[in-house]
């Protein structure tokens, strides 16, 4: 199957910097891209729907200026979750989809952010 | 607006016993499903989906999950379980846009 990355796989950051996390589809072109958050012991919720060459869709509840997505290329989406605090402290997972009517969600290993 | 449930929090089963999984949705045109399983330090990996056709799914590793549209449910099951198969599994239901919406997942402990 089609492979996609995650990096960092895990960063401890300070309260107020900002973090960016990295998303690439190995092997195969992506127009969108998806981010999720999962918290421990909980299920995946869908932050945004980045699609290429364009701006992003946010979920409801989800603050746009605080975690900043840049899909710039078929094969690179990245989430910048900016002036970090502690409860933004989670994981965080990336999916690639390929193309087609049926085109199918390939996900990252994720990505665990820690802010102190 | 579509909603997955995944009744059972965590099921503890023995090596080489059989395995089902629970899935219900609330979604009001013709289902997109699908189970995924996640592994600590790997990304989610889908297992089997189903859009439309036969109601029985085969999917990777011996898993088949069976679609019963009278009963809004999705059940996966493996007739037996290998030590590997523990991990989280989580269903998941597609909307028109494409988004996919996920259960709260079920945790696989596996006991020799």
């Known amino acids: 199957g089609a492979v996609v990355s995650q990096h960092p796989s895990r960063v401890i950051c300070k309260s107020g910097t900002s973090v960016k996390i990295e998303c690439r589809s190995l092997d195969f072109q992506a127009t969108t891209m998806f981010w999720y958050r999962q918290f421990p012991k909980q299920s995946l919720m869908l932050m945004a729907t980045?699609?290429?060459?364009?701006?992003?869709?946010?979920e409801q509840g989800v603050e746009k200026d605080k975690f900043l997505i840049n899909h710039a290329s078929l094969t690179l989406s990245t989430l910048t979750v900016t002036s970090a605090h502690p409860e933004d402290s989670s994981f965080y997972i990336c999916?690639?989809?390929?193309?087609?009517?049926?085109?199918?969600?390939?996900f990252g290993p994720g990505t665990r952010l820690t802010v102190l | 607006a579509q909603s997955v449930t995944q009744p059972d929090i965590h099921i503890t089963v023995s090596e080489g016993a059989s395995l089902e999984l629970r899935c219900n949705y609330s979604?009001?045109?013709?289902?997109?499903l699908f189970w995924y399983v996640q592994s600590p330090g790997q990304g989610l990996q889908l297992l089997l989906k189903y859009f439309s056709g036969d109601t029985l799914v085969q999917g990777i590793k011996g898993f088949e999950a069976e679609f019963k549209r009278s009963q809004s449910s999705f059940n996966l099951r493996k007739p037996s379980v290998h030590w590997s198969d523990a991990a989280e599994y989580f269903c998941a239901v597609e909307d028109s846009w494409g988004k996919l919406q996920f259960g709260a997942g079920t945790q696989v402990v596996v006991t020799p």
């Open positions: 979604y009001g045109a013709t289902p997109y």
């Open positions: 980045s699609n290429e060459g364009s701006k992003a869709t946010y």
């Open positions: 999916s690639a989809q390929t193309g087609g009517e049926e085109g199918e969600q390939f």
